[in-house]
């Protein structure tokens, strides 16, 4: 292998390595995403349920090993406040998963390049 190819080949090992390197960080973010979902719609169902609520109906939060009483409204304020933490949590995840895409189809794009840059030089040895 000439100088010339080797300098490609080892750009092509360095976009390669990133490639996979986003890609994993992508099942990561993906998994994350998945665990948010999954505990908006629980807060969803939580907060639902105490819409169905009267005032004279008693809610309690554990604490630990304890019950302990806590007012209707106060409960739905905090379990609206979740809900809106996780919403934001969830875009912002949403925004990070759509930039790795995209950095994700440059290093893919780069890979092809030098792939087909590499493959011209050793055909014309």
Known sequence: MDKNSAALYKKMQTEVESYQNLQKSCVKMVKQRALLESQLNENKCVLDELNLLGPDNKVYKLFGPV??????????????????????????????????????????????????????AAAMK
């Open 67 to 120: 019950l302990v009483k806590q007012e209707l409204e106060d409960s739905r304020q905090n379990v609206g406040k979740r809900i809106e933490y996780i919403s934001k949590e969830l875009k912002s995840s949403s925004d990070t998963l759509e930039n790795m895409e995209k950095d994700m189809l440059k290093h893919r794009e780069a890979v092809a390049k030098y792939q087909q840059q590499w493959q011209v």
